[in-house]
């Protein structure tokens, strides 16, 4: 069985996953390039470092966002999301960031120290470990030269949400 998500159904897959793609155009050239989001209250979040992709972003801000989840060839979902590209300075960029980071962290599938596991020398090793990963893009490895990060989010406008269901398509068997 294949069929439309509901809002609800749309909503439910956005917030569950930290892989998407965006699609920008730039007068001849289409790119797209997967990212880590977030999710919240109608804005997808992301960072990055100053690129094509953002420069392409700057140039024309409507960007097309796709996600999937995939069980197997007939058991899936996928949304598709048109929006607007809205680069973050000051205090919105630290929110999108904290969006972003907590979004992520919240995902993760494993158990976080405590306070009162944590030692100084430890400091929270798993949320160091972490924050480490998660900011590596912007240090150049040569020099630990800290690279300018852009945090920015994408409207959405309209979306779409399709889905396939192998197991409800053989029920009636």
């Not at 977030?38 to 997808?44: K, Q, S, T, W």
């Not at 966002?65 to 607007?84: H, P, R």
């Not at 100084?120 to 690279?147: Q, T």
């Amino acid at each position: 069985m294949w069929g439309d998500m509901d809002k609800i159904q749309i909503e439910s897959l956005l917030k569950s996953e930290t892989i998407g793609r965006i699609g920008c155009f730039d007068e001849d050239k289409v790119y797209v390039v997967p990212i880590t989001y977030a999710y919240d209250n109608g804005y997808i979040y992301g960072h990055t470092k100053d690129g094509l992709k953002i420069r392409i972003m700057r140039k024309n801000p409507k960007v097309c966002f796709e996600i999937d989840w995939m069980k197997n060839m007939s058991t899936w979902k996928s949304v598709i999301a048109f929006g607007t590209f809205e680069e973050l300075t000051g205090s919105d960029a630290k929110n999108g960031l904290e969006i972003l980071m907590k979004s992520i962290m919240s995902k993760l599938d494993r158990k976080t120290l405590s306070t009162e596991e944590s030692s100084d020398s430890n400091l929270g090793g798993e949320n160091l470990a972490f924050l480490h990963s998660f900011l590596s893009p912007f240090l150049h490895s040569k020099n630990n030269e800290i690279f300018e990060m852009v945090v920015y989010r994408i409207k959405v406008n309209e979306v779409t949400g399709k889905f396939g269901d192998d197991e409800k398509s053989n029920s009636y068997y």
